[in-house]
């Protein structure tokens, strides 16, 4: 079985040499590792370059055109049998691949998604961020998570692929979601929590905050487009929902005394607990599991008391705009927002004035 592996690239100057060292280092022997340079205006190129000996091939893109389309623009250059996505900011361990393949030779599946955790783990809100995705891909097996595969950390048949249309462009900022619903009408889609890649996450509120926001954002276009029943994508941002009306309730009735505002006040604080206190338990376990020390769990758990909140937040407001507001191509961030050390900006540009 021959794997291609696609590593999109754009102004990742920064973060490209760790990655192409680990997927240099494989220990899987039939593979090809193919590096989409989309028009970066930093060296990235030339740090690929310096990797063609060692196995690695630079697919050059004169303008820059998202992730879905640098992806696309390795598709038509790879020629195995199984199609992996990687992030140039993410670091993959040596049996990456030989975690994959058992998957592909069981009947009928098409895909299969691994698991992920940051890399800097040393910064607490970036820590809790990925010990928060831990415990809803791995602790509660993705039931709260409506797709299996992840852009950092996912494996696909390509005749599969090819026949679906490829990767979609203008789905800019969950073309993995979108591909991960198409392939589980083709076939068993497949997650394996053991199969852990290490990438970078956002250390700053505003980062988190733009990461589910934008989400959110592309969430409520698609379903303006045809509003999808599916029950998983609609627990999060209901129970979202639910807690303010709860609260709204709750200070409505406070003047008709405890009897008729302990209900909503009750049900708040329910709410309220199933999106912040329940996570700090299971965040507990995670980090020791994995072996984070005193200092930083102390401080990554009280981030994990209210990162689920504001994430939340941040994406049931994203995908209102984007239902109610948004236009297809009105705006289109780029899928890697960089400040590069010369000091210009990447391509993303504010959604709102």
């Not at 790879?78 to 361990?93: E, N, Y």
Request: aromatic share 10%; with cysteine; proline share 4%.
């Amino acid at each position: 079985m021959r794997f291609s592996i696609l590593v999109p690239a754009y102004n990742e100057e920064q973060s490209i040499s760790s990655c192409l060292n680990s997927l240099s280092s494989l220990t899987y022997g039939n593979k090809e590792i193919l590096v989409v340079d989309d028009a970066s205006a930093d060296c990235t190129s030339q740090i690929v370059e310096s990797f063609l000996n060692r196995g690695v091939v630079l697919v050059r893109r004169e303008k820059n055109g998202g992730r879905a389309s640098a992806l696309n623009s390795g598709l038509q250059r790879a020629t195995g049998d199984v199609i992996i996505t990687t992030d140039a900011d993410t670091v993959v361990p040596d049996d990456w691949l030989q975690r994959f393949k058992p998957h592909f030779e069981q009947h009928g599946v098409v895909a299969v998604g691994g698991a992920y955790q940051a890399c800097n783990r040393d910064k607490p809100l970036a820590n809790a961020t990925s010990v928060l995705d831990r415990i809803l891909n791995g602790i509660l097996k993705k039931s709260l998570v409506p797709n299996k595969l992840s852009g950092v950390n996912s494996a696909i048949r390509r005749d599969v692929l090819l026949d679906l249309g490829g990767f979609n462009e203008n789905s800019w900022w969950s073309e993995d979601s979108e591909l991960g619903w198409k392939l589980s009408r083709r076939g068993k889609v497949v997650y394996d929590p053991s199969n852990m890649v290490s990438t970078q996450y956002p250390d700053t509120w505003s980062g988190i905050w733009k990461r589910k926001f934008y989400w959110g954002y592309a969430m409520g276009l698609k379903f303006r487009e045809q509003m999808s029943f599916k029950v998983k994508l609609w627990i999060r941002p209901l129970t979202f929902i639910a807690l303010f009306v709860s609260l709204l309730a709750f200070l409505v009735t406070i003047p008709y005394g405890i009897r008729v505002c302990f209900v909503p006040g009750l049900i708040f604080i329910l709410l309220l607990s199933l999106l912040t206190l329940v996570y700090v338990p299971l965040g507990v376990i995670v980090m020791a599991r994995s072996g984070d020390s005193a200092g930083t769990s102390l401080k990554t758990l009280l981030v994990l008391a209210v990162l689920p909140l504001i994430r939340e937040f941040a994406y049931v407001y994203g995908m209102w705009l984007g239902y109610y507001r948004g236009k297809v191509g009105l705006t289109k961030p780029s899928w890697k927002e960089k400040i590069n050390p010369r000091g210009t900006e990447g391509t993303e540009k504010k959604m709102f004035m």
